[in-house]
């Protein structure tokens, strides 16, 4: 079996690594590494939870080892689609470079573009970057790539799905024709390839085997849910998800529940926090500092539920989460790949269950045939909902006075159901797409109607009906 001294890496990049406990290569490190030190373009098909990261920094630290980096002249350049998987990337260069001399600058929106600018000015031998905030920097003229000679694209099929495409396209049209480049995706779609063609030469072609075909140590389940009536559907989907994460006890010590939409992930976290669960949301529209100190807690046990739209979970690497909700079915299949690849990492064994209502079954079908299996049906859990309902609702909920909170966005459990105005479970304002360009963001989901027969639940509801759920 290879290991990571039979791999021409750098003296220094191999303490690095000795230090984080790896000493076997990845499938698709093993298969990255020894072209990309040749001076290849790769073609990397893996997804995220692979050891993909590594795949790429190793190499690229080793092939930067000399030289030196001039003033805004970066020397390399990684491309990564969310701020999170950027921040991501940045930390491994600094894990696996530590025993170097390289600098590194991470781009991303959220911060200031003078801090920024500063760092830029000093000459950075890695810039890692979202493509909006590079576009940014280049337009202000305060960047020029024609020192790049390594390009990291990572999670080329999420920045399609983002609409970042022709972002990507504009940034390798202004790197040298003689770069190299190391381009990282999941899928192979269409236009992916067509990116791959125009810009990769005869690269070295590395493909590992998709997690949710291959990953047994995932348990997995669906629940078929149908609400009493349309209305009453949405809370009463949430009070699902309470008795789900109840019936897994205290083998639930972390998850994270995915929506398709960014109203829902404020809504779910909102609600599962007005009884009593531990939950925090992270979405696009949440300010930087938000997102990672929410991230922070999660990742050092101190918050039990991460609320999360798909944008904004890719490839972050929680090692330990022991479940995945799927609040809704992902429109996008490949989307539930990705959502279960959360939780049964690294060997560990984990359990990821999904909420399909009728009108997500034909999502739930493309699913099924992606993953060539069929998800166990699971029955709902004993602990109905009602019941945890009626115990757990917050006293003052009951009354009629107006919750002291923020009066917008209350989650319809919380608002007492008298039917005034003032008490409307407004669904937060719709929100911005999370990504900055033209292009078709998918986390805004479906138009929310507020009226006829999309009323919100509650409204209809007297107080004693109310506590029957
Ligand atoms: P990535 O796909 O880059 O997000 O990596 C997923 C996880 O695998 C991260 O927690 C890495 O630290 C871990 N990892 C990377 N390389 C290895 C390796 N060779 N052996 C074991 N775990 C690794």
């Known amino acids: 079996m ?24 990845t499938p698709i490190q093993a298969g990255a590494i020894a072209p990309a030190l040749e001076g290849r373009d790769v073609l990397g098909i893996a997804q995220t939870g692979t050891g993909k990261t590594a795949a790429f920094t190793l190499p690229m630290i080793t092939l930067l080892g000399r030289g030196r980096a001039r003033a805004r002249m970066p020397r390399s350049l990684v491309l990564a689609p ?25 781009l991303i929106g959220g911060t200031s573009f003078k801090d920024q600018d500063k760092i830029i000015d000093k000459g950075v031998d890695v810039l890692i970057a979202t493509p909006g905030r590079l576009l940014d920097h280049l337009e202000r003229g305060k960047l020029i790539l024609t020192d790049v000679k390594i390009m990291v694209v990572d999670e080329a099929d999420r920045m399609l799905d983002m609409g970042f495409i022709p972002d990507i396209e504009e940034i390798f049209k202004r790197t040298p024709f003689t770069r190299q480049t190391l381009f990282f995706s999941a899928t192979m779609a269409p236009e992916i390839e067509r990116i791959t063609n125009t810009f990769l ?33 949405p809370s009463e989907k949430r009070a699902l998800l309470r008795s789900l994460i109840d019936a897994e006890g205290t083998e639930c010590s972390n998850a994270i529940i995915f929506c398709n939409r960014k109203s829902d992930v404020d809504i779910v976290a909102k609600s599962l ?9 992270i979405h696009g529209d949440l300010d930087q500092s938000h997102r990672t100190r929410t991230l922070e807690a999660f990742r050092d046990d101190k918050l039990r539920f991460l609320v999360a739209s798909d944008v904004a979970a890719r490839g972050l690497d929680i090692p330990a989460v ?14 539930y790949v990705h959502r279960i690849g959360r939780t049964g990492r690294a060997g560990r064994s984990g359990t990821a269950i999904m ?4 009108r997500d079954e034909k999502n739930l079908d493309d699913v099924e045939r992606l993953v060539k299996e ?6 709902v859990p004993n602990a109905a909902p009602a019941a945890t309902d009626t115990e757990e609702k917050p006293k003052r909920t009951r009354s009629r006075r107006k919750p002291a909170a923020k009066s917008e966005a209350k989650p319809d459990e919380t608002a007492a159901p008298t039917g005034k105005a003032e008490e409307k479970p407004a669904e937060p304002p719709k929100p911005r797409e999370e990504r900055p360009r033209g292009g078709r963001g998918r986390d805004n989901g479906p138009k929310i109607i507020g009226m006829g027969e999309d009323t919100p639940a509650f409204i209809a509801l007297s107080f004693d009906e109310r506590a029957k759920i």
Do not use: W
């Open 322 to 335: 022991t479940h995945v909700f799927n609040f809704d079915v992902p429109s996008h299949a490949e989307d």
């Open 355 to 358: 909420i399909c209502v009728p």
């Open 273 to 281: 926090n007005k009884y009593g669960y531990d939950a925090a949301p």
């Open 201 to 233: 030469s005869n690269p070295a072609k590395i493909e590992v085997a998709r997690a949710a075909t291959t990953n047994t140590n995932i348990k997995q389940g669906v629940v078929m849910f149908k609400g009493s009536a349309k209305p009453k559907e």
């Open 374 to 379: 069929t998800i166990p049906r699971l029955e």
């Open 82 to 106: 969310t701020r999170e998987l950027a921040a991501q990337v940045a930390e491994n260069f600094d894990a696996y470079a530590k025993y170097t001399k390289l600098s590194k600058a991470l």
């Open 2 to 25: 290879t290991k990571f001294t039979d791999l021409n890496l750098d003296a220094k990049v191999l303490k690095a690594v000795a230090e984080t406990g790896y000493d076997t290569p």
